[in-house]
């Protein structure tokens, strides 16, 4: 499918009216955002499946991590503190996670629904330094609000 690629956010809501599944919601927008810039070079979802710990969940680029634990690296930070995080070198952030030697850069966010649940983490690597701004973060924070607003935990959490 073709879409105009302009206005990221306003195709993610288009591709995305109507939709409750949160892995078609998680999908998309890895492809779109993976596609719309150069500068990404992974783009996906850790998702919070109880137990304090980051699974895996749809994304685009290389092989991932299958979990992390929270507290751990860049996502399991972001999970943690419920921040947004900009990394503008790896090699600065001591505690982060190398599923790739090319990533030089990161920025991860964390995505909550309505009722401020934590349900995932979205998480953007760069092979370029330095390669995200507060703007990203803005865009994404708007994104992820809007799109996962009525999500619930238990349609991302494990059964107990
Ligand atoms: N670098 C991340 C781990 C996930 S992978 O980069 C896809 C981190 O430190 O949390």
Not at 43 to 49: A, D, I, S
Not at 87 to 109: G, N, Q, R, W, Y
Not at 119 to 133: G, H
């Amino acid at each position: 499918m073709e879409i105009e690629m302009d206005a990221l956010d306003i195709a993610i809501y288009s591709v995305l009216e109507g939709v409750t599944d949160p892995v078609t919601m998680m999908s998309t927008i890895a492809c779109l955002a993976f596609h719309h810039d150069k500068r990404f070079d992974w783009v996906g979802f850790y998702r919070n499946r109880g137990d304090n710990v980051l699974e895996i969940g749809p994304y685009q680029g290389k092989l991932g991590c299958l979990e992390i634990p929270f507290g751990k690296g860049v996502c399991g930070h972001a999970a943690m503190t419920g921040e947004g995080i900009i990394v503008p070198d790896v090699d600065d952030f001591a505690d982060h996670i190398a599923c790739s030697s090319e990533t030089k850069s990161e920025m991860v966010l964390p995505v909550f629904n309505e009722k401020d649940e934590l349900l995932a983490v979205l998480d953007f690597d760069s092979n370029r330094p330095n390669a995200f701004d507060q703007n990203d973060l803005t865009l994404f924070h708007n994104i992820l609000k809007t799109v996962f607003a009525d999500v619930g935990l238990e349609q991302i959490a494990k059964k107990p």
